[in-house]
């Protein structure tokens, strides 16, 4: 019998990679990796009022939101099988003072919010922030003394603000301002005002990143920002340095992590998911979606497709599910497949 051996069997001891790849059926069956559904989570913009969608110059396709009408987004979120949201509120300038006292208010836009998602949708989680920057009128996440955000202070009050956005029917806190030891005092607060069933998902690393630019303008917080928040944030260049900071976060007890900015700290999710094992979330952040828009946008990639890829590219890096913009249009797409 005539001999058809190649060259390249020869070369590669006879393994050939593409044979897994030759057609549809055999590229489904060996797919590592799927997006769906249940690995998003979509965060929402609120402002005071009533009836009005506002749109978001940098980030085309995202409104900002009263408090009824972020109801309805709810309801259509659920109704696709949406997991949960994370809400962002907008306030009037009047209310942002040094210390961010409306955080302290019990019925401030972002508790509004929540509690009537709650009543209306109870079937979608809600995810809020203690951040401070909604509220301060120098747009940091804490409270500013002198030049220096003060940490011990600010934690004392995301803890109490915790509480209240508990009380107000938040599922989960998840706090972002990058504060020492605020996990264990969220824990030990919502414990002692029983909320045990309230869970916590650490913004464990969060970088001082420029990818931030849009969602400052999407809760008008841009012009207000004196300096940067380096000394806070973690710098974009220390990996390691990440890893410990959410090895604190477990042990004070987070129920989840997440990796913010996305899809340039792969690594870190990878590294977490790893390293503990935890559910582990990674924010796809506003500057991410607007440079995705941008080029779609002008021609130059499929906005469609990019958006897929980067979401699936979170799932191969460990990632449990993502916060992202996309949230709504991913599974609209994911519901007709
Ligand atoms: C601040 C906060 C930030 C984001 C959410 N909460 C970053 C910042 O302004 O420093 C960014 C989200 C995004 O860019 O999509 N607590």
New binding site residues.
């Given amino acids: 019998m005539e001999n058809k051996t190649h060259l390249v069997d020869e070369i590669t001891g006879h393994r050939r990679m593409r044979r897994n790849r030759k057609a549809d059926w055999t590229r489904r069956l060996v797919q590592e990796n799927r997006l769906t559904v249940d690995d998003l989570i979509w965060?929402i913009f609120l402002i005071p009022g009533t009836g009005i969608l506002e749109p978001i110059p940098a980030m085309p396709g995202v409104n900002r939101m009263t408090v009824d009408k972020a109801v309805e987004a709810a309801k259509e979120a659920a109704d696709l099988g949406i997991p949960a949201l994370a809400t962002?509120p907008n306030i009037e300038m009047a209310l942002r003072d040094e210390t961010g006292s409306n955080s302290l208010e019990k019925n401030n836009l972002i508790n509004l919010a929540s509690a009537a998602i709650k009543k209306a949708v109870p079937n979608i989680g809600v995810i809020t922030?203690v951040?401070?920057?909604?509220f301060t009128s120098h747009?940091h996440?804490g409270i500013l003394r002198g030049n220096e955000i003060v940490n011990d202070e600010t934690v004392d009050q995301v803890a109490q603000a915790a509480v209240y956005q508990a009380d107000a029917g938040s599922d989960i806190i998840a706090p972002?301002?990058m504060m020492d030891g605020r996990i264990g005092a969220i824990r030990q607060a919502l414990d002692a005002a029983g909320h045990q069933n309230v869970g916590i998902m650490s913004?464990a690393t969060?970088f001082?990143?420029a990818?931030?630019?849009?969602?400052?303008e999407?809760?008008s917080?841009g012009g207000l920002?004196k300096g940067d928040?380096k000394t806070y944030?973690i710098d974009p260049a220390n990996g390691t340095e990440a890893v410990r900071d959410a090895a604190l976060d477990v042990e004070e007890g987070a129920d989840m992590l997440m990796v913010?900015?996305g899809l340039p700290y792969l690594d870190v999710c990878w590294r977490l998911k790893e390293a503990f094992g935890l559910p582990t979330f990674a924010?796809?952040?506003?500057?991410?979606?607007a440079m995705i828009k941008a080029a779609a946008a002008n021609g130059w990639i499929d906005g469609d497709k990019v958006m897929l890829e980067t979401l699936l590219a979170f799932k191969r890096a460990g990632c449990d599910g993502i916060?992202t913009?996309f949230a709504m249009d991913v599974a609209r797409q994911l519901a007709k497949k």
């Fill in positions: 965060p962002f922030d951040a401070l920057d909604p747009g996440d972002s301002e913004y969060k001082s990143s990818f931030y630019g849009p969602y400052r999407a809760i917080t920002l928040k944030y913010k900015p924010y796809q952040v506003s500057g991410e979606y916060l913009y």
